[in-house]
């Protein structure tokens, strides 16, 4: 009932910044708990931002203080602004929502966008 649709991706230089987008159909996305995954082949998905209802944030030591999520409940669209990327961000990412509370874990992540490409070379 959730469809989710990312866009912003794309290949940079190491140091550079990219936006990406979802935008969220079929609910409201202040209703849920959203975040970005990245997955890289080969490794583990990581979730790189996470937003809950209430607009906290929560971000793992490899993207903190390079990273910002943030939620636009006008449009129903959320965002990643990436900074100061590095050749280790480089993955597909996708935007992913679960009614109400954050999950433990990413897997848990209920809805799923397609992914979009971040590419950052050196």
């Known amino acids: 009932q959730v469809q989710l649709v990312e866009s912003g991706g794309g290949s940079v230089q190491s140091g550079g910044s990219l936006r990406l987008s979802c935008a969220a159909s079929?609910?409201?996305?202040?209703?849920?708990?959203m975040g970005w995954i990245r997955q890289t082949p080969g490794k583990e998905r990581e979730g790189v931002a996470f937003?809950?209802?209430?607009?906290?944030?929560r971000y793992p030591d490899s993207v903190k203080g390079r990273f910002t999520i943030s939620r636009d409940n006008a449009k129903n669209t959320l965002y990643l602004q990436m900074d100061n990327l590095k050749d280790e961000d480089t993955a597909m990412y996708f935007c992913a929502a679960k009614f109400y509370y954050c999950p433990g874990s990413v897997q848990d992540f209920v809805y799923w966008g397609q992914g979009t490409q971040v590419t950052v070379s050196s």
């Open positions: 079929g609910s409201t996305a202040s209703n849920y708990c």
């Open positions: 937003i809950d209802r209430a607009g906290g944030t």
